[in-house]
């Protein structure tokens, strides 16, 4: 097998297996097995983890856009975290707004008889509110009252899409998700 390595701006550690007759590629980030589509491509970046999973960064060859994908380890080990993970894609695949993170693509499993992960593809942003909150630059009165008034806005949006707040989907508005990037602008 060839290996695939993540350039320009990646980590050239990371580096791709084909996998699945080369339709998937497999990459080991911070110790965990990252398998995607052949669609997306180097540099392969982590840009983020947590309690639902990983993070990377990667590009998708079919449109040139550099985009999110989280991965959602066994995802069907917790049945509560199984029903969190499908209302998010439910929701989130039916969202339009500026100001809530959009669903690009749901990878398929390379086997749908044997799966245990799931891969989100979102867009990807420059930051997001966690980031901002702990960094060293000092936020000013105005740099809150935007960033509260971007939340406000999104809050409005779910809310007039009829959601309810027992949906867990005010987390992907209020920037408490593992999604790379509320859409809040420093």
């Known amino acids: 097998m060839t290996s695939l390595e993540s350039s320009s701006g990646g980590d050239p550690n990371i580096k791709g297996i084909p996998t ?3 339709r998937y590629v497999q990459y080991n980030v911070y110790g965990n097995l990252f398998e995607v589509s052949r669609k997306y491509v180097p540099p392969i ?9 990983i993070v990377c960064a990667a590009v998708n060859s079919e449109t040139c856009e550099e985009v999110a994908i989280k991965k959602i380890g066994n995802a069907f080990d917790n049945r509560i975290d199984a029903k969190r993970t499908l209302r998010e894609i ?67 949006y779910v809310h007039s899409a009829k959601t309810t707040s027992e949906s867990g989907f005010h987390d992907r508005v209020c920037g408490h998700s593992m999604v790379p990037g509320t859409r809040i602008t420093p």
């Open 90 to 156: 439910k929701l989130l695949r039916h969202m339009d707004h500026e100001n809530v993170i959009a669903i690009k693509d749901i990878i398929r499993p390379p086997q749908t008889e044997n799966f245990n992960d799931v891969y989100i593809v979102y867009e990807l942003m420059d930051t997001d509110l966690h980031q901002i909150i702990r960094t060293n630059q000092l936020l000013t009165d105005d740099h809150c009252r935007y960033f509260l008034y971007q939340l406000l806005r999104g809050l409005k």
């Open 20 to 22: 699945h007759g080369g």
């Open 45 to 53: 970046r982590p840009v983020g983890r947590g309690a639902n999973g």
